[in-house]
């Protein structure tokens, strides 16, 4: 942003347009992803699902670092997707190198909101080492070799500030000790997660959670990102996402190991997964748009299991499957709908009702005419989008 004001001049619009550009780049990122273990359809679906997050819409035209950060965590799991593509012989030192590469955006990722960064490792660890080629220590020397990558691009300033004479710097604010390895340990590490090092923290049995408000993130537990402006903010695909996530991982429970839709189910469920828990039972200070950076988990797994459960609509339990899925989504886009009641009040209840009967359809067979099956995937991605679009909008 500092440098887009000194390219165009100081103005809102030079400030935002690189935030607007990582929005746009993390939503292809996404697609691009996707796209390469899951086919076109998913791809788009994905990256119309995190483009339509009311969330993505905030922060990426806010000056905020958590645009950046999902930008950069998206595309390690690019690198991560592109690491395990490269399959054959000829391709080996590519795996290592894209691999690398991951590892660096991660590293960027821990310089722009430090420790919020590591979330999504275990995803792209656990992915790589189930479902990359080669031999168990080979994937395990890939990785240290990415890790290696990871300490040395978020390291390195660390290590500059700690070196460098405390009357030649700044005060690292949010600190106590003015040390921004304890900074990062601390009041951004473990004071996040468990309340300390300067987070106001536990439940304060208000409506806001932490003594804080409304405006922070609510209580702890399983509930908060169903509630609050959690849920508005990010949630609209949330209940559809971890459906279609248990589908996934039972669609591909006797696949090879290699399974591309396994190894997406892996990659984007433990993105959701453990970013959605830190979130849901973080109890130190935490705000409900960090819930950008879970967005791309909830879209990846929407996107790749409707599509997967849509090329298998022949088979009766696919179909109940989706029609699950569009009951949910419905039902859940009319419930946050309904908290602003004065807010295009025919929305809700169009959602709901073309959801209900996308879901009937399915479930009676309405699909065997190509015509009608047309309809209703158009019918079912309005009652799908509809709600979090016009709310982001």
Not at 42 to 69: E, H, I, K, Q, S
Request: hydrophobic share 55%.
């Amino acid at each position: 942003m500092g440098l887009s004001v000194r390219l165009l001049g100081f103005g809102s619009w030079s400030l935002l347009l690189p935030q607007a550009l990582m929005g746009v780049g993390s939503v292809a990122l996404l697609s691009a992803a996707v796209r390469r273990w899951s086919g076109p359809g998913a791809g788009l679906l994905a990256g119309a699902a995190l483009a339509a997050t009311p969330v993505a819409a905030l922060m990426f035209r806010f000056d905020n670092p958590d645009a950046l950060l999902t930008l950069v965590l998206v595309a390690a799991a690019y690198c991560t997707v592109r690491a395990i593509d490269a399959r054959d012989a000829r391709w080996r030192s590519a795996s290592t190198g894209w691999l690398a590469l991951a590892g660096v955006a991660v590293g960027f990722g821990f310089l722009t909101k430090m420790m919020q960064a590591f979330l999504v490792l275990p995803a792209m660890v656990l992915v790589f080492l189930v479902v990359a080629t080669g031999g168990f220590w080979s994937r395990v020397g890939k990785l240290v070799t990415a890790c290696a990558a990871m300490v040395v691009t978020g390291g390195w300033y660390v290590l500059l500030v700690e070196l460098w004479p405390v009357d030649s710097r700044p005060y690292i604010g949010g600190s106590t000790d003015n040390s921004l390895w304890e900074l990062a340990l601390g009041y951004n590490g473990m004071g996040r997660l468990l309340g300390g090092s300067g987070n106001r923290s536990g439940n304060s049995g208000g409506p806001g959670g932490g003594g804080m408000g409304g405006a922070f993130g609510g209580d702890t537990g399983l509930t908060r990102l169903f509630s609050g402006t959690m849920a508005t903010e990010a949630s609209w695909l949330l209940p559809a996402a971890l459906i279609g996530l248990l589908a996934g991982l039972w669609l591909s429970r006797r696949a090879p190991r290699t399974d591309p839709l396994r190894a997406g189910m892996i990659l984007w469920g433990g993105w959701l997964l453990g970013t959605g828990l830190v979130f849901s039972y973080m109890s130190g200070t935490i705000h409900p748009y960090y819930t950008v950076a879970l967005a791309p988990g909830i879209a990846g797994v929407a996107g790749i299991s409707v599509a997967q459960l849509w090329r298998r609509r022949g088979h009766v339990a696919a179909r109940i499957t989706l029609a699950v899925l569009s009951t949910v989504t419905g039902v859940w886009a009319f419930v946050l709908l309904d908290r602003i009641p004065d807010w295009l009040p025919w929305l809700r209840w169009t959602v709901l009702v073309t959801a209900l009967v996308v879901a009937v359809a399915l479930v009676v067979g309405a699909h065997r005419s190509r015509k009608v099956a047309v309809a209703l995937a158009a019918a079912g991605l309005i009652a799908g989008f509809a709600g979090s679009t016009a709310y982001a909008v």
